[in-house]
C-alpha cells in the first residue's frame, strides 16, 4: 500500500471513496509503480474505473506517460466520458475520446481513398505555402531592385523561374488529383480555436463530429492530432489488440508502448475480442478476382501467380465439397456455415488438395514471384487514384490473396491454430451469381495469448478489470500474464437487499429439454418468478430457441418479451423497462446480458434458466483441444478440475469457466445500487449444493466464487414463490396486497 495517497485522490471526483477503493487504488499505484499488470475483479458498485484511473492518471502525470482506458461495450463508453467530465472538473486532464475514421468521416470513403486523398491534400497544401513564400519573397527582391539592388535583380530571376515551376505544380495538384476539402482546411486554417474547445472538456466524437461539420473540417484528423501527449484516452479494443491499428494509435498518442498505461474494461472479454482480431479469411470471391486481376495483366512473372492461386482455389472448392454430408449442400444459406477440414494425423483437406494438385516449378517459387507483382500492381493502384486517373483507390486482390495462402501454407497445422473452410450462398445483387454456394478459408487462432501476452509485455503496465475475472490462474494463462497483482472484491451493497436462490429444477441437459415433464416443472418455476416479483422479470435461457419455447410456453398476468436474434434489442429494452410486471426471455449469450443496466424498477428480479453453456461446434472442440495442450492435463495448479462430464483443462478453460461468467454477468444485471434491491435465480438443480453430491461431474457450483456461493440458497421449484413473497415483504416492496401463493 502507498504511504501517502494524497496524489492519486486528486483524480478521484468525489468527496471520500469507499475503504475498498481506497485499497484497491493503493495496491494499483503500487503496482503501476513496478511496471506490474493488474487484475482487478469488482462486483457491481465496486467503483472500479474510478478506483483504476486515480492511481493511473497519478503515476502517468509523475512519469510522463498516457493511459488508454478501453472496452467493448458502448454504454460503457459512456460510462468513461461521464467519470472523465466529473475529473477533469476537479484536476484538469487533457482527455480525447476516439473512434474510428469510418464513424466519423464526412465524405464517407474507405481507408485507402482516404490515405490518397490525405496525401494528396498536404501535397496541395505544401505546395500552396510554398508558392505563398516565393511571391512573397519575389516581391521583396522587387523592392530591393527598383532600390537599385542589381544583385537582387540577379535574384529575383532566380526566384520567378522556380516561381513558375511551383504554379504548375499547384495547377497540377489543383486539376488532376483528387483532394479532401475537409482535410485542406485543416492544413490551411486557424485550428487553435477548435483544440481550446477540445480541451476544455471531455468531448465525444459526436461533439467532433459536429463542431467540424459545422466549420468544414476533418474531425478525425484532428482528432488523431490532438490526441498527442494527452494524458487520457477513451476508446475501443481494436485500438489496442488489432496490431496494425496499433501502430498507428501509438504514433499518434506520441508515445512508445512502455509509455502507455491501458486500463481493460470488461476484460473478460479480451479473449475473444482478442481472437476476432487475430483470425484472416479469404474468400473464393476474392480469389476469382486475384485470378481476373493476373489474367490482365502483360507481366510475365502473372503465369506464376495464375498457377498457385488457381491451385489453391480449385483446392478450396474441393474441400468444401468434398466435407458435405448428404443434404448438408441443400441447407446453406446466407450466412457463413462452417465446414470440418481438419484431420487428427495429417494436414488439412485444403492443405491435402492444394499439395496434391500443384505441378510446377515449386509453390514458393511462385508465391514469392506473384509477390513482388502483386507488390507493384498496388503501388501502380495506388499512383492511378493520387494522379487522378481512377475515381477510387482499387484495392490488389492479389497481393491479399497471396498473403493468405502462404500464411495458410505456413501455419495452418502450428499448434494453437486451426483450419477452417466455410460456405454460404449467394444473395441477390452481389458478385457472384444468386444461389451459388462459394467458400472461405480462415485460419482461427485458438489461444488469444498469442496476440495479447506481446502487447501486456510492450505496455509499461495494464489493469484489466471485470465483475468477473476470477479464476485468476486461467485468467493469466490465456492472456499471456506474468506473476500480475490481483484483488478482488465482491458485493458492496447491504445483503439483506438481495436473495440469490438455486432452484433443484431438473437439470436442463440438451437430451432433457424436450421432456413436457421437465417443461412444466420449469415454466411453473419460471410463472411463479415473474407473478411474486414486484416489478419486471429478467430471463436468461441457453439459446434463443429455449427463450422462445418458454415465452410461448408461460401464462402470467404481465407482458412477456421476446429478444430474437439478429435483431437490436434497443427498442426492446426500453419498452419492456417503461413496462411494469413484464418478463423478457432473452438468450444469456445475446446483448442483453452484460454492458446493460437494468436500475431500480427496470428489472427487480433476474433468472437463469439452465446452464447456457455456448453450442459445442468444431470451433470450440478445437479450442478445448489447444488449451489441453497448451495448460497442462490437470489444469493450471496441477489440482483436478471441475466440469460437466469432462476433466480436461480444455473444458474448464474453453467452455466451463466463460459459461459461469457469463452467469454472473447476467445475475449482476440487477441490484445496481446500495438503495436497489432484488433476487437472482439460478433455475437448474445443476448450480445446488445437493449436485455436488448427487451428480458430482456435472454440478457447477464450484466454479463460482466463495462468497457468492455462501449467498445461494437451495430451494426446491415448489417453495420458489415462498422465498422471493418473503423477501419481497421484508422489504415493503408489493404496491397493494401481495400475491396469494
Known sequence: MATSDGGYLRYFPYEEPYDHQREAMGTIYDALGEGRNVLFEGATGTGKTLASLAPAL??????????????????QMRQFVRDARAITRQERIRAVVFKGKASMCHIDVGYEECQALRDATRDLADAEADLADLERKQRELLEESQSGDGGAADARSAVMDELDEVRSEVEELRTERSTCDHYYRNLTADTDEFYAWLYDDV????????????????????????????????????????????????????????????????????????????????????????????????????????????TFRDALETAYSDAFSFGEREGVDEHWYDLSIDNDDARDELTLAFLQDYSGPGFR?????????????????????????????????TLQSVTFVEDWIDESAAQGQYPVVSVRRAEEGGQREAGEIYGRAELYTCIPRSITSGLFEDLHATVLMSATLRPFDVTEDVLGLEDPET?????????????????????????????????????????????????????????????????????????????????????????????????LCTSLWGTLGEGVSFDGDDARTVVVVGVPYPHL????????????????????????????????????????????????QALGRVVRSPEDFGARILLDKRYTEAAGVEMREYAVRGTFPAEERAEMLDVQPEKLKFGLLNFYQDLDAYDGEPPTP
Request: glycine share 6%.
Open 58 to 75: 497519478e503515476h502517468a502525470r509523475e512519469t510522463n506517460k498516457t493511459v488508454v482506458i478501453t472496452t467493448n461495450v458502448h454504454q
Open 365 to 397: 517459387e511462385e508465391l514469392e514471384r506473384t509477390f513482388a507483382l502483386a507488390r507493384e500492381l498496388d503501388q501502380e493502384y495506388d499512383e492511378a487514384y493520387r494522379n487522378g486517373e481512377t475515381a477510387t483507390r482499387q484495392e490488389c486482390q
Open 203 to 310: 468531448r465525444t466524437p459526436e461533439d467532433v463530429y459536429g463542431y467540424a461539420d459545422r466549420e468544414g473540417l476533418c474531425g478525425y484528423e484532428l482528432l488523431k492530432e490532438g490526441m498527442d501527449g494527452v494524458d487520457l484516452v477513451v476508446c475501443n479494443y481494436h485500438h489496442l489488440l488489432d496490431p496494425m491499428i496499433r501502430e498507428q494509435f501509438f504514433r499518434w498518442l506520441g508515445r512508445d508502448p512502455e509509455d502507455v498505461i491501458a486500463v481493460f474494461d470488461e476484460a473478460h472479454n479480451v479473449e475473444d475480442a482478442a481472437r476476432d482480431h487475430a483470425r484472416r479469411t479469404l474468400t473464393e470471391t476474392t480469389l476469382d478476382q486475384a485470378l481476373d486481376e493476373l489474367e490482365g495483366s502483360d507481366d510475365p512473372r502473372s503465369e506464376a501467380g495464375i498457377n498457385v492461386l488457381r
Open 617 to 664: 461446434d468444431d470451433r470450440m472442440e478445437a479450442v478445448q483441444a489447444a488449451y489441453d495442450a497448451a495448460f497442462d492435463e490437470s489444469g493450471p495448479d496441477g489440482g483436478s478440475t471441475t466440469g460437466s462430464g469432462d476433466d480436461g483443462a480444455g473444458w474448464r478453460y474453453a467452455v466451463e469457466i466463460p459459461t459461469i461468467r457469463k452467469t454472473r
Open 487 to 583: 484483488l478482488a472484491y465482491g458485493p458492496q451493497f447491504p445483503e439483506e437487499r438481495r436473495r440469490t436462490y438455486a432452484v433443484e429444477t431438473p437439470p436442463l441437459f440438451a437430451s432433457r429439454r424436450d421432456d413436457p415433464a421437465v417443461q412444466d416443472t420449469v415454466a411453473t418455476a419460471l410463472e411463479d418468478a415473474v407473478r411474486f416479483t414486484p416489478g419486471n422479470t429478467l430471463a436468461f435461457f441457453p439459446s434463443y430457441g429455449e427463450a422462445e419455447r418458454y415465452h410461448d410456453r408461460i401464462s402470467v398476468a404481465g407482458t412477456t418479451y421476446l429478444d430474437e436474434p439478429a435483431t437490436d434489442a434497443t427498442d426492446l429494452r426500453e419498452a419492456f423497462t417503461a413496462d411494469d410486471d413484464a418478463v
